[in-house]
């Protein structure tokens, strides 16, 4: 109860000293623009998630990260949505931290044990073979 007093009272601050310094309008705006984020976060919540259990499938990251990338995404996109600038800058902080987390797991942490579809179905071909095409006559031998 204590820690919803605390955040009410910080969101009261922050809110009144940033509004008060850019406008009525403009903090109208920057309610519905951080509310339409936040809903186009969770339309497109089905990709993210489709794109995390490939790289769980393809051992890029572990299921402790997957739930922690997908549980920060959605909760991110829910406080973009609640009006307020403390929920806005917290649900944009959570975003960038999902994007940087996937960057660093996806590209410098695990990209050796990372198994994409493309790197197994590479067709090797052998180097000394060498393809030719024969021409019959239609001559028969006699």
Known sequence: MIYFIIYLFLEVLISVNISSS???LATFFEIMLSA??????LINFRKTLVENMTAV??????????????L????GAILLIVPGFLTDILGIFMQFSVFTSMLVNRYHLKS???KTSFKENHIKKDS?????EII???TSIK
Not at 72 to 75: D, G, K, R, Y
Not at 128 to 132: F, G, T
């Open 22 to 24: 850019i406008g009525g």
């Open 57 to 70: 499938s393809y051992n890029c990251i572990d299921l402790d990260q997957f739930q922690r990338l997908n």
């Open 136 to 138: 019959s006559n239609n």
């Open 112 to 114: 050796t044990n990372c």
């Open 36 to 41: 339409f984020i936040g809903i186009s976060i």
């Open 72 to 75: 920060f995404t959605l909760f």
């Open 128 to 132: 000394d073979v060498i393809d030719v």
